[in-house]
């Protein structure tokens, strides 16, 4: 069965909480708790505006990968919990999630996609620098863009 996207409905929350917090504590070392990712736990509250959006990858039932796009206001948004499940990375799935976003985006006249990262993340690092994501200083940050503990790298792409 084909990889397929979705925007976020209630009956994947417990399976996104899941990814998400896995990947964060069993590859990165990061705590995983729930207080560290309050979007994740009301999911329609932080992604549901109308040019905000949250999308999960599917391979059948299984939950694969997500990623959520937030609107900053003044047509610059920024991409959030861009996660892969470790099986998955490698096949295009992060790529699909990546071009929807964008394509997303760009149809709703967003001129630019900021995000943060890890430095832990090196694969992510190198995907985002692949597919036209500047480096950019915290300091050059838009100041709607929220400063959370894990981000400690940030990047810009004009759409």
């Known amino acids: 069965m084909p990889v397929r996207l979705e925007q976020f409905s209630d009956e994947h929350s417990a399976s996104v909480i899941e990814l998400v917090q896995g990947i964060l504590r069993n590859e990165f070392g990061f705590s995983g708790a729930s207080a560290d990712q309050p979007d994740l736990l009301d999911i329609p509250q932080h992604y549901g505006a109308q040019d905000s959006n949250f999308w999960i990858a599917l391979d059948g039932p299984a939950l694969i990968g997500t990623t959520g796009f937030v609107d900053l206001g003044s047509k610059q948004g920024l991409l959030r919990k861009m996660f892969v499940r470790s099986d998955y990375r490698g096949t295009g799935v992060a790529l699909l999630l990546l ?42 940050l838009p100041a709607s863009v929220p400063r959370l503990n894990l981000r400690d790298r940030f990047y810009f792409r004009a759409l």
């Open 99 to 140: 071009d929807n976003a964008l394509t997303w985006a760009r149809d709703r006249g967003f001129s630019e996609m900021y995000l943060g990262t890890s430095s832990k993340f090196h694969a992510a690092q190198r995907f985002y620098a692949k597919h036209g994501f500047t480096p950019l200083s915290p300091e050059s």
